[in-house]
């Protein structure tokens, strides 16, 4: 892709890193509340969204499905355990497998969670085609981008 580089962006505003960025922080912010309720932090969160659709994950999976490297998803887990929403377990025929599942109040947790999503469908203030065109379209720029980095390696 050719581009003439005198014609590409270059302030704060016109940035598009600067865009999704302020959005992240943005659209975060409005969880919050919604998830202080249920005793998630964000992050939490997205992790119970994984196990909430497939439970009995293992932690190198759950860190693939959340684009994050295992390292950083192993606290946030043993945080989860500790306030009793999942267990992590060994594997039975490979030991250094660990397997987190859901426990029965991480399982009751999720019918107290259907209410999020609909709350900050509310705080968009957007059609839902925009917000599904916008994640297809997200899902895409991250492909690209990932694919980049993994090329450039």
């Not at 003439?4 to 912010?29: G, H, V």
């Not at 969160?45 to 439970?55: H, K, Q, R, S």
């Not at 945080?79 to 060994?90: D, I, W």
Request: aromatic share 8%; net charge neutral; with cysteine.
């Amino acid at each position: 892709m050719t581009t003439q580089r005198a014609a590409l962006p270059f302030t704060l505003d016109e940035q598009l890193c600067f865009a999704l960025y302020s959005t992240s922080l943005a659209m975060t912010k409005a969880y919050k509340p919604l998830l202080e309720k249920l005793g998630l932090t964000y992050p939490q969160y997205l992790a119970m969204l994984v196990l909430w659709e497939t439970d009995n994950v293992t932690v190198k999976d759950m860190a693939t499905r959340l684009n994050l490297d295992p390292a950083t998803v192993t606290p946030l887990l043993k945080r989860l355990e500790a306030q009793g929403l999942v267990e992590r377990v060994r594997g039975t025929d490979d030991e250094r497998l660990v397997y987190i599942r859901l426990s029965s109040a991480g399982k009751t947790l999720k019918r107290q969670a259907r209410e999020v999503p609909a709350e900050i469908f509310c705080a968009t203030q957007q059609t839902p085609e925009f917000l599904l065109r916008l994640r297809d379209d997200l899902t895409r720029l991250r492909a690209t981008l990932n694919d980049y980095m993994d090329d450039g390696e």
